[in-house]
């Protein structure tokens, strides 16, 4: 009998930054039978320890709740897993995770669990827009019980990935993006009521050089002196010296201290969502706020300034009619989204989105019901398909091969003392103070 049929759902989520927490948290809750009627989940969060472990304020924004949450090296989060048994198991566990970190914990839970058939299901999948690494990313996520595509469009890519290669492709299971929601956009607002307001999410990585991010930073000054009348508003995700998933070298914050912008324009952080409940246009580069807009009927512009390449992610909305310039914006143009390109990624503006998780609770709900357990975990790469790129995939998290502990992996034996727990808060702080500050220096100056 499955542990959910006498107990509260007991839910597990893995992550390494404050946007995977927030999908995977939102997934979990999401994707367990029962949902979204059914609230009776105990959910526990583990923070994969790293450069872009959320800070308390980050995790404060995203506004995602856990019954549990610390933070944890892999060793770490193998030896609680592996505690977990009898009233304590897990019946989901969501890897929200970088490839590499999925394909890790697979082949770890794997030799935990090579002789249990009672274990959970194993979920993973993708934060947002897949448009760079296709192959490499989903391969690395081979071997977990369900891979979730946000979107049809990325459910027959998965498949066609695996099939090519001959991996099985059944545990592809097409949902939507958790975090859409809230109410649709009810039209510009009227005279004597809020400013008309416009949004650009910005993104940490995309565009990453100094000239690109003041351009773009000079043309939103730009729009918001034309339009006074206008509120002007830049959203960033992280304050300097927070890392987000990707790490931002040149944040706007100081940009803008060079710039001198008119009283109508701001910063502004906060969830997305509710910076979206004030929003008359959405503009970015490829920020899957574009799709969080879309999914409301906002307005939604993806800048086409820079070029529509691969390297800023903007190619993914060739089709989607959103595509325009800041000189068109200027000129008062508003995009019309493309219905059906809208239909295939996910966004269900037209409804349909409370559905479009239904064939991953009945997938798990039959998982869990599985007479004899489940198989063991059988990821695509093993030391025999993969020997020149797995071990060093598994050496990156401090596990063999064959999935066990390195010796010296941290926190591999026992739980740590005080005096560790000391010293590795100073390594910690060390580590992120040469990552944030440090090496960017260092890689700027190269550039001279």
């Not at 512009?301 to 820079?306: A, F, K, P, Q, Y």
């Not at 591999?412 to 702080?429: C, F, L, S, T």
Request: include cysteine; proline fraction near 8%.
């Amino acid at each position: 009998m499955p542990a959910s049929a006498t107990k509260a759902l007991r839910v597990a989520v893995l992550a390494d930054s404050d946007t995977r927490w927030k999908w995977g948290a939102l997934t979990a809750t999401r994707i367990s039978p029962g949902a979204p009627e059914n609230t009776d989940i105990r959910l526990d969060g583990y923070l994969l320890r790293g450069r872009a472990t959320p800070t308390p304020r980050q995790l404060r924004e995203v506004g995602v709740t856990a019954d549990s949450l610390r933070e944890v090296t892999a060793a770490e989060f193998l030896r609680a897993m592996g505690g977990a048994t009898g009233e304590e198991s897990y019946d989901v566990l969501v890897l929200a995770l970088v490839g590499g970190g999925v394909q890790a914990m697979l082949h770890g839970l794997g030799r935990l669990w090579q002789d249990r058939a009672e274990r959970p299901v194993v979920v993973t999948g993708y934060v947002g827009v897949v448009y760079e690494k296709l192959a490499d990313g989903l391969l690395l996520r081979h071997g977990a019980d369900l891979v979730l595509a946000n979107s049809r469009q990325d459910a027959d890519r998965f498949r066609t990935v695996y099939e090519g290669v001959g991996a099985d492709a059944t545990a592809v299971t097409e949902v939507a993006l958790p975090f859409l929601g809230g109410a649709a956009y009810p039209g510009e607002p009227g005279a004597g009521e809020r400013p008309y307001t416009v949004v650009f999410a910005a993104q940490p990585s995309v565009p990453d050089s100094r000239k690109d991010r003041t351009y773009l930073l000079e043309r939103l000054i730009r729009h918001a002196r034309r339009h006074p009348e206008r509120e002007v508003l830049l959203k960033l995700r992280s304050k300097p010296g927070e890392h987000t998933t990707h790490i931002e070298e040149l944040p706007y914050q100081k940009l803008v201290q060079r710039a001198d912008p008119p009283p109508n324009f701001r910063l502004v952080y906060g969830h997305m969502g509710e910076v979206l409940d004030r929003t008359d246009l959405l503009v970015t580069i490829s920020s899957t706020a574009a799709l969080e807009s879309l999914h409301r009927r906002i307005p939604t512009v993806v800048l086409t300034d820079l070029g529509v390449r691969e390297a800023l992610g903007n190619h993914h909305f060739v089709g989607s009619g959103c595509l325009a310039s800041w000189d068109q914006l200027d000129e008062g143009h508003r995009p019309a989204p493309d219905p059906e390109w809208v239909a295939r990624q996910g966004v269900a503006a037209d409804g349909g989105y409370e559905t479009a998780f239904d064939e991953a609770r009945g997938r798990i709900a039959k998982l869990l019901g599985r007479p004899g357990g489940l198989p063991p975990i059988a990821p695509y790469y093993t030391p025999v398909t993969a020997p020149g790129y797995l071990p060093g995939i598994l050496a990156r998290h401090h596990l063999a091969p064959d999935g066990t502990p390195l010796p010296g992996a941290p926190a591999a034996d026992k739980a740590p003392g005080p005096v560790r727990q000391v010293v590795r808060r100073a390594a910690r702080g060390a580590y992120r103070h040469g990552v944030q500050r440090v090496a960017p220096v260092i890689r700027r100056m190269g550039e001279l």
